[in-house]
T-cell receptor
Framework: GQNIDQPTEMTATEGAIVQINCTYQ??????LFWYQQHAGEAPTFLSY??LDGLEEKGRFSSFLSRSKGYSYLLLKELQMKDSASYLC??????????WGAGTKLIIKP | GAVVSQHPSRVICKSGTSVKIECRSL??????MFWYRQFPKQSLMLMAT?????????EQGVEKDKFLINHASLTLSTLTVTSAHPEDSSFYIC????????????FGQGTRLTVV
């Protein structure tokens, strides 16, 4: 079966760095996405990785290792507004998005 | 970036009535649109995939006669919840893609449906 695993909840301090991990087992691979979702709102796109390595975009970076079926989202200089759920999703061989359950990130002052 | 507009953002309806939710791609042609449902504190659950001009493909367990999807043009897809019941209360989200090779799914704002 297809499976996406990510921690249910994480807590971090304002100004710090946090890494949210995602491991996956899917039928084929056509890229991995990270989305941010605030409570009661639709997800917003953060990043897309299809090749191994690190993609940096401002305070957010995303890493992918296809051989390990592993990705992480790195958030630097955390701000209170970063409190949200972070969803990992993999596009399989049929170009369907397989979603993780999301990681709720709590930022404390 | 591409914009997907979903309407209404919130709707309250009586049990037994039908509700239509619209999803429009404003600045691109959406060959494929996806409809999701999300329960509180849970991830998105794909309900169906619709391609312009053809019948929607429903995920297992989703009643196609209850959740009617129409994708009549490259910029508009609609989801109609027929004979709504309180258990249909949920957050419904659409996303749009220009095709299978597209690397980003552009989401609408979501619709909070409450059936009373």
């Amino acid at each position: 079966g297809q499976n996406i695993d990510q921690p249910t909840e994480m807590t971090a301090t304002e100004g710090a760095i946090v890494q949210i991990n995602c491991t996956y087992q899917t039928s084929g691979f056509n890229g991995l996405f990270w989305y941010q979702q605030h409570a009661g709102e639709a997800p917003t796109f953060l990043s897309y990785n299809v090749l191994d390595g690190l993609e940096e975009k401002g305070r957010f970076s995303s890493f992918l290792s296809r051989s390990k079926g592993y990705s992480y989202l790195l958030l630097k200089e955390l701000q209170m507004k970063d409190s949200a759920s972070y969803l990992c999703a993999v596009m399989d061989s049929n170009y369907q998005l397989i979603w993780g359950a999301g990681t709720k990130l709590i930022i404390k002052p | 970036g591409a914009v997907v507009s979903q309407h209404p953002s919130r709707v309250i309806c009586k049990s037994g009535t039908s509700v239509k939710i619209e999803c429009r791609s404003l600045d691109f042609q959406a060959t494929t649109m996806f409809w999701y449902r999300q329960f509180p504190k849970q991830s998105l659950m794909l309900m169906a995939t619709s391609n312009e001009g053809s019948k929607a493909t429903y995920e297992q367990g989703v009643e196609k006669d209850k959740f009617l999807i129409n994708h009549a043009s490259l910029t508009l897809s609609t989801l109609t919840v027929t004979s709504a019941h309180p258990e249909d209360s949920s957050f419904y989200i659409c996303s749009a893609s220009t095709g299978t090779g597209h690397t980003e799914a552009f989401f609408g704002q979501g619709t909070r449906l409450t059936v009373v």
